[in-house]
């Protein structure tokens, strides 16, 4: 059965989680490095969270005897494109590392920042096209937004609940876009 990144609240409880974030101007990227969130931990039986996430994303998924997904297919629901090589897809942080730096992840400890770039439990982790990631890079909604707008509902739920999990800020622009991206759930 394929399965999605976990289901985000629904865009009225969003609402009410993104009303209740804190609105601060970006922290300073002094001291930012990915390597200070230790991503694609080991998830067991050899697979780290990055061949996790292909397989849940993934259809009719084959993995080696390393956990390496060697086929299958892949849609990514930023741009709407199917694709059938894992080396197309990338694995996004719906909410990007640099961007949970500066909206509070610079005070964090270690393990947390170690959780929050491997949550598999929370909708933060999705399989995507290399291409729309790498357009989006660490860009906020009002920077960036998936090309496909059928995708804003999910996008922005996700988006606020990560937000809200883990207490992170949103600046004034990204709060307003995200109103926006809500109102297409209606």
């Not at 989006?136 to 509902?153: E, L, V």
């Not at 922005?156 to 109103?179: C, M, P």
Request: aromatic share 8%; with cysteine; glycine share 4%.
């Amino acid at each position: 059965m394929r399965r999605d990144l976990p289901e985000a609240p629904p865009a009225s409880i969003a609402r009410t989680e993104l009303a209740a974030l804190t609105v601060d101007a970006p922290h300073s990227m002094a001291g930012y490095s990915r390597a200070r969130f230790p991503h694609w931990a080991q998830q067991g039986q050899q697979c780290d969270t990055r061949e996790v996430v292909l397989a849940r994303d993934g259809q009719d998924v084959v993995r080696d005897e390393q956990c390496r997904a060697v086929s299958g297919t892949w849609f990514s629901p930023y741009d709407d494109r199917t694709l059938t090589a894992a080396s197309q897809v990338d694995i996004d942080h719906i909410v990007p590392l640099a961007n949970a730096w500066r909206s509070g992840a610079d005070t964090w400890d270690t393990p947390t920042r170690k959780a929050f770039a491997n949550d598999l439990e929370n909708p933060q982790l999705i399989a995507v096209s290399a291409a729309s990631n790498r357009s989006k890079g660490d860009q906020s909604p009002d920077q960036w937004s998936p090309p496909s707008r059928a995708y804003w509902c999910t996008y922005s739920r996700a988006w606020t609940h990560i937000k809200h999990v883990y207490r992170l800020n949103v600046t004034e622009a990204e709060r307003d876009q995200l109103n926006v991206m809500l109102d297409t759930c209606d």
